[in-house]
C-alpha cells in the first residue's frame, strides 16, 4: 500500500524558510508535489516535478519555492523562502503515478504557520 510521509511543517516568522519532505513508498511516481489549502479556503497548486525533472508552481511561489525529488530515495522536497505569512496552510504531499487501480495519493497534510 502507498504511504506518503511527510515532514519539515512548523512555525516560522516572516522572511524565514523551511524545508519540507515527503518519503514514499512504492515504485516511482511520474509525478510528485505540493499542494496547500487555508481554512475556508480551496486547495492550490503550490509545485510539482515529474520523474524527468520539469516542474510547475503556482503563481503566488515563484521565485520563492524550490521542488525537487531524489528518485532514488523517491522522496519529493519543498524549500521554501522569503516566507509570507499568506504562506500559512496546510501542506498536502501529492504523488501521481500511470498505472495501477489508484493513480492518486496524498499525503495527511503537514502545517506550515508563518507569522508576521
Known amino acids: 500500500q502507498v504511504q506518503l510521509v511527510e515532514s519539515g511543517g512548523g512555525l516560522v516568522q516572516a522572511g524565514g524558510s523551511l524545508r519540507l519532505s515527503c518519503a514514499a513508498s512504492?515504485?516511482?511516481?511520474?509525478?510528485m508535489g505540493w499542494y496547500r489549502q487555508a481554512p475556508g479556503k480551496q486547495r492550490e497548486l503550490v509545485a510539482t516535478i515529474t520523474s524527468g525533472g520539469r516542474t510547475n508552481y503556482g503563481d503566488s511561489v515563484k521565485g520563492r519555492f524550490t521542488v525537487s525529488r531524489d528518485n532514488a530515495k523517491n522522496t519529493v522536497y519543498l524549500q521554501m523562502n522569503s516566507l509570507k505569512p499568506e504562506d500559512t496552510a496546510v501542506y498536502y504531499c501529492?504523488?501521481?503515478?500511470?498505472?495501477?487501480?489508484?493513480?492518486?495519493?496524498w499525503g495527511q497534510g503537514t502545517q506550515v504557520t508563518v507569522s508576521s
Open positions: 501529492y504523488c501521481n503515478r500511470n498505472h495501477g487501480y489508484t493513480r492518486d495519493f
Open positions: 512504492g515504485s516511482i511516481f511520474r509525478i
